[in-house]
């Protein structure tokens, strides 16, 4: 008896020691690229060693766009994933496509603590006070300025612009022209992207869409931006009029460039891109918050991505997937994560809190959210182009993507009652 019992713990151990006994496999699609990659593969592969349960098998599926797209080809099938990454204007269709489990349900489940996280990020996600996703790689907009060429303009360093009114004063005198008098240095540039119109409005305390920006349940119905809009454009206008502003249009990497060589001296961006700045600039970086009219920062908005588990698989597997995100947004992974990417630590414990301490809780703040939002967001990048070409008038030029964004949204609203 005792010689069986000896083979039955042999053969037990070999069956743990060739993988006999099968791991809970978790598939995770993902839209990580690069550098990004590899950091989140470092992550999974750490994650897959710390136990003997779960395997996650992270899989890249290009941009966003084409992930959502191979998302809604598979979704409820025995194709879909368990995890999606999805960024933030894919939130409204995430949580009304019926194919997910909200974070929330976990989250009760087992009472985990939600205090640990940065309130902001959760709250983007969250929808009637719901969570239904986790954010992972979370960004928000922020001040890029030329320390070096503020001490050059006689401009304290420490102290950055934080009104319209002191961007004007600072882009006066941080812009540089040569003796033919070509500028050689902007005092400032604006990437004609739409997700910065949308801080700038969330720091003016102003709502984008109606519906409490789309955070009800219901559907939004139209813009409600246009008066709060008015001092923004009107401040890029003035600017771009005075020749003290400038654009290198819709590529991120140009207004990056311009920067790095010394051509612009404050910029926005997102601070998922500060790492790769600082590494290029032969000056010293400085950040700040986003400016308002006022100068008393009210709040900023999340940009990036967030981790979505699919009821296409079975209940085993999302837990195993909740298992994975647990792990994902701890203080440790967090650090490891921000460290290496640029991207905002989920975890308090990972960083100081910066922006997001800062940020006023509020439905402004948390951002818009709405079916349609890529196609809306497409018309006020032609409005921010616009209102460079300075051939219109603010009031013009708002008046016109407010029509045609409310087309849009009605337009979306009839598909999908």
Known sequence: MNILKKISMILMGLLFSTGVIAKEKVVFWHSMSGGLEKTLDKIVGDYNNSQEKIEVEAIYQGSYEEAIAKFKAVSGTTEAPAIVQMNDVSTAFMYRSGSITPIQNFIEKENFDQSKLEE???????????????????????????????????LNPEKPPKSYDEFVEYSEKLTKKNKNGTIDRYGFSMIMYGWFIEQLLANQNGLYVDEKNGRNGNLP???????????VFSWLQN?????????????????????????????????????????????????????????????????????????????????????????????????YWAANTGYYPVNKESDDGGAMKATTLSYTTQGAILGSFPEVREKMVQAMERNYEG???????????????????????????
């Open 120 to 154: 902001p990020l959760l709250n983007y996600y969250r929808v009637n006070n719901r969570l239904y996703s986790m954010p992972f790689n979370s960004s928000t907009a922020i001040l890029v300025y030329n320390k070096d060429a503020f001490k050059e303009a006689g």
């Open 221 to 231: 119905t139209q813009v409600v931006y246009d008066k709060n809009l008015e001092p």
């Open 239 to 335: 600017m771009y009029k005075k020749n003290i502003a400038t654009s290198y249009g819709r590529d991120w990497d140009s207004t990056r460039t311009a920067f790095t060589s010394g051509k612009v001296a404050m910029f926005l961006d997102s601070s998922a891109g500060i790492k790769g700045i600082i590494k290029n600039s032969n000056f010293e970086v400085g950040t700040s918050f986003i400016p308002n009219e006022s100068g008393e920062f009210y709040g900023s908005l999340i940009g990036g991505a967030s981790l979505w588990i699919t009821n296409s698989v079975n209940d085993e597997n999302q837990n195993a997937a909740w298992d994975f995100i647990k792990y994902a947004v701890s203080k440790d992974v967090q650090t």
């Open 391 to 417: 051939k219109e008038s603010v009031v013009e030029i708002l008046r016109n993507v407010s029509e045609e964004s409310n087309k849009i949204i009605k337009r979306f609203n009839r598909v999908n009652k």
